[in-house]
């Protein structure tokens, strides 16, 4: 059974300009925590005292999800966050030649070292504690120095590895993809008869986060790092509801309440100040909203003409756009829904005729509207029999 782990508090708040008060941050894990995800990362305590008592207060909730905190490999990070009293540590630190030499002015060996001593020493403060280790940009690293870091780590004690696109490289089907990169640090692990749980990370710098996401998986990764609305570091990572969606619906790994991810968007957005983008996927006003005349003739008499996935899956209902796409087929399913029955023929074409005009205005007319359109034709009607 994969886990998902949701870093909209960590990642996300790394969106530039995006900050979670502490009571937003607790309401934010609380609805992650009803809907059912495995690992919530709360945030980075040594980046601030707020951030240190946001994840404290997490932590003590007492929530089915394992509390986890994000640490650089450094002893002081490591103890802030044992102090918080999560269940879930990740320790991340680079191991490129590049980074290496250039920003930290080490050697791979001084570099595993570290890791391996903040790791021992996490493990042993708190045996209880799942603690992964990331090679930052791992993806881009050589790959024997991710495989010595990486040895180093689950030696250390570290139960899972997390491959990271830390700037969103791969792309599926090319040799650059996850699906490979998996499967071949996992049978290096296998050679040395060593078993951490593999984790993935992948940011969408070229709109390819879910993709790989969903490769890494299919290669045997078990854990899978999301966010609300995608948020984080540029472009983002994977969007939560996205995956959750796809590995539900296409893969049976359904353990998640998808009906409250409504009400997690809606306060992620407006406490992040991201609006949802109208054709966002699952979650956008639109995305189950059919408007040409064709598609909602046949949606109206079956939705699957139109649709791979029923609202009713996230809670929310099928609309029918009315604009000057309508055809008489999104009227008559509006007016049904309205309960008006008694309109004449002549008065829906009218009806529509009106619906197109404001169409053409460059905006739909809504359910509140319509009755009103409705009663301006039929007066109109009216007029012109008594004249
Ligand atoms: C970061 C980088 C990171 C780390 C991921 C991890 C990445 O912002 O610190 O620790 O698993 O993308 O590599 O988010
Ligand atoms: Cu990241």
């Known amino acids: 059974m994969v886990q998902v782990l949701d870093a909209t508090l960590r990642e996300g708040e790394q969106t530039p300009g995006v900050y979670f008060d502490r009571h937003i941050k607790l309401a934010v894990a609380n609805l992650l925590d009803e809907i059912g995800i495995d690992i919530i ?12 008592l946001a994840v404290k207060s997490i932590a003590k909730k007492g929530f089915n999800a394992r509390i986890g905190a ?3 490999s450094i002893k002081k990070d490591v103890e802030l966050a044992l102090e918080c009293g999560v269940g879930f540590l990740g320790i991340f630190y680079c191991v490129s030649d590049e980074r290496l030499n250039g920003v930290f002015k080490k050697d791979l060996s001084e570099a595993v070292k570290q890791i391996s001593e903040v790791i021992s020493f996490a493990k042993k403060e708190n045996p209880n504690l799942m603690i992964r280790y990331t090679p930052e940009d791992t993806v881009r690293s050589k790959f024997e120095n991710v495989i010595s870091a990486a040895v180093g780590a689950i030696e250390a004690g570290a139960d899972i590895i997390s491959v990271a696109d830390t700037t ?11 699906f490979d990169y998996i499967s071949n640090l996992k049978s290096e692990f296998d050679r040395r008869g060593l078993k ?10 070229k709109g390819m986060a879910l993709a790989n996401a969903i490769e890494a998986y299919r290669a045997g ?5 999301a966010t ?15 995956l959750l969606i796809v590995l539900s619906t296409d893969f049976n790994e359904g353990h998640w309440d998808l009906k409250k991810l409504p009400e997690l968007y809606s306060l992620v957005s407006k406490h992040s100040g991201f609006p949802i983008p109208a054709n966002s996927p699952i979650i956008g006003a639109n995305a189950f909203t059919h408007c040409a005349g064709v598609h909602t003739h046949a949606a109206a008499l079956n939705p699957m003409h139109y649709e791979s996935l029923n609202p009713d899956i996230v809670g929310r209902e099928r609309h029918f756009a009315l604009d000057h796409m309508s055809g008489i087929a999104s009227l008559k399913y509006a007016l049904k829904v309205l309960d008006i029955d008694d309109l004449d023929e002549d008065v829906q074409k009218e009806v529509l005729e009106e619906v197109k005009k404001v169409g053409q205005r460059g905006r739909t007319v809504d359910l509140s509207e319509l009755p009103h359109i409705v009663e301006s034709c039929k007066h109109h009607k009216f007029i012109k029999k008594i004249d």
């Open 41 to 52: 990362e709360t945030g980075h305590p040594a980046v601030t005292n707020e951030i240190y």
């Open 70 to 72: 994000h640490a650089r």
């Open 168 to 178: 969103g490289y791969m792309v599926p089907g090319t040799k650059n993809n996850m």
């Open 196 to 205: 951490p749980k593999i984790a993935v990370h992948c940011h969408n710098d």
């Open 221 to 225: 990764a078990e854990i899978i790092d």
């Open 228 to 242: 609300v609305l995608g948020l984080g570091e540029r472009a983002g990572i994977v969007d939560l509801a996205q």
